[in-house]
């Protein structure tokens, strides 16, 4: 990971959307990762242990960096090889979403609500609704912890079988919190207005 430090002299780049999917979930691979956002001024997506949800605030509040962006649950995918539901952790597709919308549309574009495909369910399942905050999915959120809704679970407005929805998305809810809005907020128009 400290090789990304040097990326902008060896190349040319400078690396900002980081993550190391299938080992984030670990603290120090979570910590050094933060470090380093902190560092190149970029941002961390990171797993969360497959834990309960008090779990995962307990695990985010051992990080008081605002640069990592701590995810959960886990996505649930059908694995062709096993025959059979796997479970994956979800930065891996949440990076790739962040690194198309960064060069499809800005870096300003907030990746929640960004259907994602591939995916067939969440490994724990999450209550949300638009008109109350005491939820799951409001729990996590006031903890700093990015959560996921998709089908078979409560949607982002609850009625995914009324709307036909089948997709899973990301839901940040407070993103203005955790990076200071640098990835969220719009450039200001040409001539300073």
Known sequence: MQALL???T????????LGAPGFSHHQPV???????AEKLRGFAYCDAPALTAEEVVTHRGLFGNKRIMQLWPGFRVWDVASNGYIDQP???RALGIRAKLDNDVGWHKTISNIP???VSGL??????DLQNTATMAGYLNANEVTTLDGPGQVSVLGISDLLGRSEVRLRVLCPERRCGGQHH????PM???
């Open 90 to 92: 979800d930065s891996a």
């Open 123 to 128: 490994t724990a399942d999450v209550d949300w």
């Open 6 to 8: 040097a990326a902008k």
């Open 10 to 17: 060896k190349l040319g780049i400078k690396p900002r959307v």
């Open 30 to 36: 979570a910590e050094e990762l933060g470090t380093i």
């Open 191 to 193: 001539g300073g207005g």
């Open 185 to 188: 907020r719009r450039s200001p």
């Open 116 to 118: 994602i495909n591939g």
